[in-house]
T-cell receptor
Framework: GESVGLHLPTLSVQEGDNSIINCAYSNSASDYFIWYKQESGKGPQFIIDIRSNMDKRQGQRVTVLLNKTVKHLSLQIAATQPGDSAVYFCAEQKTSYDKVIFGPGTSLSVIP | NAGVTQTPKFRILKIGQSMTLQCTQDMNHNYMYWYRQDPGMGLKLIYYSVGAGITDKGEVPNGYNVSRSTTEDFPLRLELAAPSQTSVYFC???????????FGPGTRLTVT
């Protein structure tokens, strides 16, 4: 069945370093992959998405990499800041009109 | 724009009681969603709607009902509350075919 999961449940990073959050997915039919950030006590917030016909997409301080061969997705955050401390969810979607399936999340802690 | 608003913020129910979680969005989004998030876990889709008058089940619909009489409102109804429904409930909305979902602040529900 469909599933999206994460390799590491928690990640601690020194301020200023780069962070890499990984995600494994099992549904090769998914066409879209999305990253969300959830700060404590708030609802998730969209960060970036990537379509399956791409292997890399860059945003502001973030880069998402997609490796369809091994069904792996990663979110790279450059120069991690204290405000980046949050839980990060990867999610997948078969088509842009289908429901979104969320993974369990990775908690990122930034050490000042 | 207020975005997605949810009421109440917190609620404690006794087993067997009923309640409605309210969700309103002012962005004229046609897609709306209800998720639940258990402690330390990801988001599970309960119900979603692609437009007024249309609703569909998500991953965990049992024990819940929804209606979508207007574009703006998407209430979630719990008829016979059970301890297993203790969770944080998030409402979200999006444009058709767009991956960015806008989330409300959540309702924290405890059933005892």
């Amino acid at each position: 069945g469909e599933s999206v999961g994460l390799h590491l449940p928690t990640l601690s990073v020194q301020e200023g370093d780069n962070s890499i959050i990984n995600c494994a997915y099992s549904n090769s039919a998914s066409d879209y992959f999305i990253w969300y950030k959830q700060e404590s006590g708030k609802g998730p917030q969209f960060i970036i998405d990537i379509r399956s016909n791409m292997d890399k997409r860059q945003g502001q301080r973030v880069t998402v990499l997609l490796n369809k061969t091994v069904k792996h997705l990663s979110l790279q955050i450059a120069a991690t800041q204290p405000g980046d401390s949050a839980v990060y969810f990867c999610a997948e979607q078969k088509t842009s009109y289908d429901k979104v399936i969320f993974g369990p999340g990775t908690s990122l802690s930034v050490i000042p | 724009n207020a975005g997605v608003t949810q009421t109440p913020k917190f609620r404690i129910l006794k087993i067997g009681q009923s309640m409605t979680l309210q969700c309103t969005q002012d962005m004229n989004h046609n897609y709306m969603y209800w998720y639940r998030q258990d402690p330390g876990m990801g988001l599970k889709l309960i119900y979603y709607s692609v437009g007024a008058g249309i609703t569909d089940k998500g991953e965990v619909p049992n024990g819940y009902n929804v209606s979508r009489s207007t574009t703006e409102d998407f209430p979630l109804r719990l008829e016979l509350a059970a301890p297993s429904q203790t969770s944080v409930y998030f409402c979200a909305s999006s444009y058709e075919g767009v991956h960015e979902q806008y989330f409300g602040p959540g309702t924290r529900l405890t059933v005892t």
